[in-house]
C-alpha cells in the first residue's frame, strides 16, 4: 500500500518561495496520477497541481499556473514529488495534502475536489503572510 509523507511546509512572506515534498513509498503499480490538493479555511479542497505516472502529463490549477511547478523524481523504491511554488499570495494559505490515484486521469485532481484519489497523506501548513 503506497504511504505518502509531506514536507516543506512553512510561513513564507507574500512574493516568496517554498518547495513542498512528497515523499510516495510502496508498489508505485497502486497509482497513476499523484499530485497536490490544498484546503483553506472556509473553502473547499482543490486540486492544485498533479501529474500522469504514465505519461507526464500535468493539470495546474488556473489560480497557480505560471507560478508552480511539479516534478516527479524517481529515488530507489520511491519516488519523490515536488511542488515548487513561486511568487506566493495571501490566498495560497492552506494545507496542502498529497495524494494518489489509480485512476488515470487527472480529472481528479481538476475537478470533485479531491473525491476519486485513493490515497492521502496527512497534509503540511504553508502559511504566506506579511
Known amino acids: 500500500q503506497v504511504q505518502l509523507v509531506e514536507s516543506g511546509g512553512g510561513v513564507v512572506q507574500p512574493g516568496g518561495s517554498l518547495r513542498l515534498s512528497c515523499t510516495a513509498s510502496g508498489p508505485d503499480s497502486d497509482y497513476y496520477v499523484i499530485g497536490w490538493f490544498r484546503k483553506a479555511p472556509g473553502k473547499e479542497r482543490e486540486g492544485v497541481s498533479c501529474q500522469s505516472t504514465e505519461d507526464d502529463s500535468t493539470y495546474y490549477a488556473r489560480s497557480v499556473r505560471g507560478r508552480f511547478t511539479i516534478s516527479v523524481h524517481n529515488d530507489k523504491d520511491k519516488k519523490i514529488v515536488y511542488l515548487q511554488m513561486n511568487g506566493l499570495k495571501r490566498e495560497d494559505t492552506g494545507t496542502y495534502y498529497c495524494?494518489?490515484?489509480?485512476?488515470?486521469?487527472?480529472?481528479?485532481?481538476?475537478?470533485?475536489?479531491?473525491?476519486?484519489?485513493?490515497?492521502w497523506g496527512k497534509g503540511i501548513q504553508v502559511t504566506v503572510s506579511s
Open positions: 495524494a494518489t490515484t489509480r485512476f488515470r486521469t487527472l480529472h481528479y485532481c481538476e475537478a470533485f475536489a479531491g473525491h476519486g484519489m485513493d490515497t
